[in-house]
């Protein structure tokens, strides 16, 4: 059974850094590609950032310049360094997963992720 457990959420204020893990089991995630996806209160989700089996990423523009996605396969999968955080990144944040055939796939789609965790609150106060 595949497990994706988000961990590192919390309230914030305006300007702060918070840095999400995602632990995993069940599945061979060197072979996935691996994404953060939030959703705000009234909001469809959005991803945030990917990034893929070989480690090129992608970021909304929102958020460029400000978050990081990485990972280690060995260890935790993903990771994300969010700095400079703004009131509009309150949201829930989602570790998402999906088997990809190469290492270049980037998965910008949330529809296209097969495996969530649970989310992650990440309130940000101005």
């Known amino acids: 059974q595949v497990q994706l457990v988000e961990s590192g959420g919390g309230l914030v204020q305006a300007g702060d850094s918070l840095r999400l893990s995602c632990a995993a089991s069940?599945?061979?995630?060197?072979?996935?590609?691996m994404g953060w996806v939030r959703q705000a209160p009234g909001k469809e989700r959005e991803l945030v950032a990917t990034?893929?089996?070989?480690?090129?990423?992608y970021y909304t523009n929102s958020v460029k310049g400000r978050f990081t996605i990485s990972r280690d396969n060995a260890k935790t999968p993903v990771w994300l360094q969010m700095n400079s955080l703004k009131p509009e990144d309150t949201a829930v944040y989602y570790c998402a997963a999906v088997l990809a055939a190469y290492d270049s796939i980037l998965v910008k789609a949330p529809t296209q992720y097969r495996y969530w965790g649970q989310g992650t609150q990440v309130p940000v106060s101005s």
């Open positions: 990034i893929s089996r070989g480690s090129t990423t």
């Open positions: 069940g599945l061979t995630f060197g072979s996935c590609a």
